[in-house]
């Protein structure tokens, strides 16, 4: 508990240490703490609507990640999550490489979010001012006191009197924590929340937190504004060690690496087309470039002769509602970059860009965001021997959230 014991705690279980830029890979036994901040300090959150959004891409990368979320606070101009990976059940114990990177994950939410608000609000470029800030905290003996100053911040910025009427933050979720009904209106943190709860042996949570003294929070926040390490000295000797062996893999395979690779570059009407050819296999970007300035990688890497039959063909497939209702019928055309679904061009959503990326194992991955007033459509969509399965989550202003499986029934290669 906060006050008694906070100068031994301090002392002994929270000593720090600061490396620029650390890398976003799996520690065990460790948390991260993220923070993102809008570009010009803008409102990256303008409405309830903007706040639902986010929390619907949290809950679906959180799932594809795997990973917790012991605490979250959206606030207007940036936000915070305290976090913590698992590793997959086939990794070896020590090889931090054989887990989805940290980055991968807020990547994921923060283009999708990205792109959801830019068009929404009629707007182009980036959303969030840098790369996120992380820091690793060892989660023994921090957990519950992290939460705690996640939670804290809608208070210390004068958003609200009491912490229990910030509507965007996983607080109420631990105030109404056996409270099922209350619980399933938000993001599902029954698992973590019980995590922590029983670390304070289930004592009242808004007591915990208002116990916090402000030397404490003051600590944490010069340790934890800049990114570092927190923790134990054994846990911080861990994370140093991990870190040498991540980075000095990637070093070697560079090495063999680029014997084997040649890049060109080619500029025609504002994209840059970079060809990267490599042991016999072409790959190609497509980047957007304005004014000379570099080009920002728009698409992931793919194959180029997957890309170029993709970019020629539609695709015919069946809407299930997964709770159940009637079937329809769609088709999705992704041409010049841009994707267009018939059924919701219709009712007057736009065509978008999409993002593609493609797996280890052949298969291919895209991602879009529709948008049409206040309602939204997000599309994942898998791609693996000429056929397609997804998930399409429809939200539309004054209905019910409506979220549908699809598969392939036919596709068509347009010359």
């Known amino acids: 508990m906060p006050g008694t014991n906070d100068k031994k705690v301090r002392k002994c279980q929270a000593q720090t240490t600061k490396m620029p830029r650390?890398?976003?890979?799996?520690?065990?036994?460790?948390?991260?703490?993220?923070?993102?901040?809008?570009?010009?300090?803008?409102?990256?959150?303008?409405?309830?609507?903007?706040?639902?959004?986010?929390?619907?891409?949290?809950?679906?990368?959180?799932?594809?990640?795997?990973?917790?979320?012991?605490?979250?606070?959206?606030?207007p101009n940036h936000l915070h999550l305290l976090i913590e990976m698992l590793q997959q059940q086939d990794a070896q114990e020590n090889d931090p490489t054989n887990t989805p990177q940290i980055s991968e994950f807020m990547h994921n939410v923060n283009n999708s979010y990205t792109k959801y608000f830019n068009g929404r609000y009629?707007?182009?470029?980036?959303?969030?001012?840098?790369r996120f800030k992380a820091a690793i905290v060892e989660k023994e003996n921090n957990l519950s006191r992290m939460t705690a100053y996640v939670h804290l911040n809608p208070k210390k910025l004068n958003l609200v009197v009491e912490l229990q009427d910030y509507a965007h933050s996983s607080y109420p979720?631990?105030?109404?924590?056996?409270?099922?009904?209350?619980?399933?209106?938000?993001?599902?943190?029954?698992?973590?929340?019980?995590?922590?709860?029983?670390?304070?042996?289930?004592?009242?949570?808004?007591?915990?937190?208002s116990g916090m003294t402000q030397e404490v929070g003051e600590f944490i926040h010069k340790n934890l504004q800049r990114g570092g390490i927190l923790g134990s000295d054994d846990f911080i000797a861990q994370v140093k060690a991990q870190i040498q062996n991540f980075q000095k893999k990637p070093a070697q395979e560079k090495k063999e690496v680029e014997n084997k690779k040649y890049k060109f570059f080619v500029t025609v009407g504002g994209l840059a087309i970079v060809l990267m050819v490599g042991a016999g296999v072409v790959y190609f970007y497509v980047m957007n470039s304005k004014d000379g300035a570099a080009p920002a990688i728009q698409n992931t890497v793919i194959p180029a002769v997957q890309a170029i039959e993709w970019n020629q063909q539609e695709w015919d497939i069946k809407l299930i509602p997964i709770t159940g209702?009637?079937?329809?019928?769609?088709?999705?055309?992704?041409?010049?970059?841009?994707?267009?679904s018939a059924k919701l061009s219709s009712s007057g959503f736009v065509s978008s860009n999409y993002s593609v990326t493609i797996e280890s194992n052949g298969k291919l991955i895209w991602e879009t965001m529709q948008s049409s007033g206040e309602s939204t459509a997000s599309?994942?969509?898998?791609?693996?021997?000429?056929?397609?399965?997804?998930?399409l989550s429809l939200r539309q202003k004054d209905l019910a959230a409506q979220d549908f499986s699809f598969i392939s029934i036919g596709y068509r290669r347009r010359e």
């Open 325 to 340: 209702g009637s079937e329809a019928v769609d088709t999705l055309n992704f041409k010049n970059g841009k994707f267009i």
């Open 122 to 130: 009629d707007r182009k470029g980036h959303l969030f001012r840098e």
């Open 379 to 391: 599309w994942h969509g898998e791609l693996q021997e000429n056929r397609m399965s997804g998930i």
């Open 173 to 209: 979720l631990y105030l109404c924590h056996n409270d099922s009904n209350r619980q399933a209106k938000g993001m599902d943190l029954k698992g973590e929340i019980a995590e922590v709860m029983g670390l304070l042996e289930n004592k009242d949570y808004n007591e915990f937190v």
């Open 22 to 75: 650390l890398p976003r890979i799996f520690i065990k036994g460790a948390l991260y703490y993220i923070t993102c901040r809008a570009e010009s300090n803008q409102n990256i959150f303008q409405d309830e609507g903007d706040y639902a959004m986010f929390l619907d891409l949290l809950k679906k990368y959180k799932d594809q990640y795997n990973i917790k979320i012991f605490a979250y606070s959206l606030m």
